[in-house]
């Protein structure tokens, strides 16, 4: 489905019925990365995912990308849909959406589950590699993606489930190379979220996948001691995008967080 808001028209799903759950994807990645969670969460809950712009079957309008404006565009496609209030998951630059959604709009998060993120900004040397990797992009399309999107995988899933990377590829299919760079400059400008932790005062999971080199355990745990009351779980044998390599543990850990909630 589609659906046009802040001037821009964005694909997104809508299904189930209950306890309203928000998805926010990785990059560059789009909704589709969240099929295992959708299934598993089938008449358990009401599932909203949606495509950030420029990504998936979202339109990419001309000018720079900011993480606050994902976060506005999710919370007002969720409020034309009638949705007030959700538990926002996000993972990777989807927990980093999370964080300016919650921080614009804390009445709207009933819960947070982050994934494989950080809440501290690029250090300056993994700024600049980024701003470069923007430029290379606009020079050379996708190819020049190709090392960042092999990172996302982590060993174990590389060596014994090859259709996983073969899975991620799809997910991501063509987005347009002008999108990608705009969203990675605005990944390496975004603000330090640490200062936000402590004013969280939702129900919060932090999951991490113990092969993650990108988002690796020390930045989970940091954002579980930051938040009040947080819980962190470290996935076995996964890599950074561990919705997708460990996925029956991701689904076993996010659905007993949402039974918690209905206690």
């Known amino acids: 489905m589609r659906h046009t808001i802040n001037n821009v028209t964005l694909g ?38 949606v495509d950030f712009r420029g990504f998936g079957e979202s339109d990419a309008p001309p000018g720079p990308s900011r993480l606050e404006t994902f976060a506005d ?6 409020r034309a ?16 959406v999370a964080f300016r959604l ?16 950080r809440a501290e900004p690029d250090a300056p040397e993994g700024r600049t590699k980024r701003l470069a990797l923007a430029e ?23 060596a014994h489930r090859p259709e996983i990377a073969t899975r991620v590829q799809e997910v991501i299919g063509r987005p347009e190379p002008r999108a990608v760079a705009e969203t990675l400059r605005a990944l390496g400008e975004r603000p330090d979220s640490r200062p936000l932790l402590p ?20 930045s989970a745990r940091a954002i ?4 009040p009351g947080a819980r962190l779980t ?15 543990e991701f689904n076993h850990e996010m659905i007993g967080f949402l039974e918690g909630l209905a206690r």
Do not use: C
Request: no cysteine.
């Open 73 to 78: 565009d999710a919370l007002a496609l969720a």
């Open 102 to 117: 919650i921080e614009r709009a804390p009445e709207f998060a009933r819960a947070l589950v982050l994934a494989d993120t």
């Open 234 to 248: 470290v996935l076995s044998r996964a890599g950074h995008l561990s919705s997708l390599e460990s996925a029956r």
């Open 199 to 218: 004013r969280i005062a939702v129900p919060t999971l932090v999951l991490v996948g113990e092969e993650d080199t990108l988002t690796p355990p020390d």
């Open 224 to 227: 579980a001691s930051g938040i």
């Open 81 to 96: 849909l009638g949705i007030t209030r959700a538990v926002v998951v996000g993972l990777s630059m989807g927990g980093y």
């Open 12 to 49: 997104y799903d809508l299904t189930g019925s209950g306890e309203t759950v928000l998805f926010l994807h990785a990059f560059p990645l789009n909704r589709q990365m969240w099929a295992p969670q959708a299934e598993a969460l089938r008449g358990r809950a009401r599932v909203l995912t």
């Open 136 to 158: 290379r992009v606009e020079r050379e399309g996708m190819a020049a993606m190709a090392d960042f999107i092999g990172a996302l995988v982590g060993p174990t899933a590389k």
